[in-house]
C-alpha cells in the first residue's frame, strides 16, 4: 500500500522533496528569531558594558567601584537619579568635596534625604562612622528607608513620615534601630539607636510630590533597651501608677532625669508629661499592658517633658501587677 504525502499528495517517497529542509525557509515565510550562545555572549557583553560605562561615572571612589556587583551598581544609579530630579545640576549649590568632607566632620550625626514616597535620595558619607557601613554598604539593604530600619519601627516611622508629609514644615523626631556591620554588632551587641529629627520641604514651586523631600539630621543615640533588659541601674528610674497612668510612686533618681521631686509628680498623670506625636503610641501600649493580664509591652521610645521645658528620651517598658490593679513603669534615659 502506498502511502500519499500530506502535502502534495505524492508518495512517501518524494515527501522529502516537498519540505523545507533544515537551515533553509519555504519562500515567503519570515525568518524566526533563534537564541544561540552566540547571540546569549553578545547581549550579555553588551549589558555588562553598558554597567560599566554607568558605573565609571558613579562620583565614589575607585575602590568602592571594584567591589560594586551588578546589583548595587544599579541600586546606586537609580539614587542618583532620584537625587538628579529633586536637585538638578544647574540648581545645586557650588561646594568642593573638600569643603563637604569638612563640613560633615562637624555634624554630630549623618544627613539623610527621602523623596515624598520613602526612597533614600542622600545619605552623607559620614554614615559609616555611625553605623559601621558605608552609603555603598548601606543600600545593599534596599531602596527605602525602612529597608535600613529595625523591623518593630516601621509601623510608628510611617505614621511620623505622613504626620510630616500631611504640614510641610513641621518638625518630626523618632528614634529605631538601625542596621549596621556586623563588626559594629559584635562590638555594641545589637544595631545603632538613632535619633531622625526631619521635615518635608518643597526644593521646587509649585510643589508637588516629585519635588518635595525630608531632610533629616540622623543622631546617634544610647543602645535601645532591649526587652527586659534592666542595664545600668544609672539610667533607670521606675514610677508606679494606677491603671489610668495616675503617678502613685516614683523613685527619687527622678529628680536626675527628668528634673522633678518625687512629690511634684504623685497624684498627677503621666500622660501631662508626654510629647503630643508621642500620644498615640504610648496610649497603644498603655492598652496593650492594661488589657494584657499581667504581660509587658514591649519597650517603646517615648518623649517626656522635663523640668526645664526641654524632651527627654526614654525607652519605656511597662508591666501591669494584676494583684493591686497597678502598672509599672521601668524608664531608661537615652542619652
Known sequence: MTIFCSHCHRPLQAEMSCLPRRGKQAPGASKPFRSTKSASKARRDQINAELQALRSLLPISAREKERLSYLHTMALVCLRLRGAQLFPPDLAPPAGPDLGTELLSLLPGFLLVLSANSKLIYISE??????????????????????????????????????????????????????????????????????????????????????????????????????????????????????????????????????????????????????????????????????????????????????DRTWAWLGVLAQRDCRDHSITCTSRCLR
Open 126 to 307: 559620614n554614615v559609616a562612622q555611625v553605623l559601621g557601613l558605608s552609603m555603598v554598604e548601606l543600600l545593599a539593604q534596599g531602596d527605602t528607608v525602612f529597608d535600613i530600619l529595625d523591623g518593630q519601627a516601621h509601623k510608628e516611622v510611617c505614621k511620623k513620615l505622613l504626620l510630616a508629609q500631611e504640614e510641610p514644615g513641621r518638625e518630626v523626631t523618632f528614634v529605631s534601630g538601625m542596621r549596621t556591620s556586623k563588626a559594629f554588632r559584635l562590638q555594641h551587641g545589637g544595631n545603632r539607636a538613632v535619633a531622625v529629627r526631619g521635615r518635608f520641604m518643597a526644593l521646587r514651586w509649585p510643589a508637588s510630590p516629585s519635588s518635595t523631600a525630608f531632610l533629616a539630621l540622623c543622631t546617634p543615640v544610647a543602645r535601645l533597651p532591649a526587652d527586659g533588659d534592666a542595664g545600668a541601674q544609672d539610667d533607670l528610674f521606675q514610677s508606679t501608677h494606677m491603671l489610668d497612668m495616675t503617678f502613685t510612686d516614683v523613685t527619687e533618681s527622678v529628680t536626675y532625669h527628668l528634673g522633678y521631686h518625687r512629690e511634684e509628680l504623685i497624684g498627677q498623670s503621666w500622660y501631662n508629661l508626654l510629647h503630643p506625636e508621642d500620644a498615640d503610641l504610648a496610649a497603644t501600649q498603655h492598652r496593650a499592658v492594661a488589657f494584657g493580664a499581667g504581660a509587658a509591652a514591649e519597650t517603646v521610645v517615648l518623649r517626656l517633658l522635663h523640668r
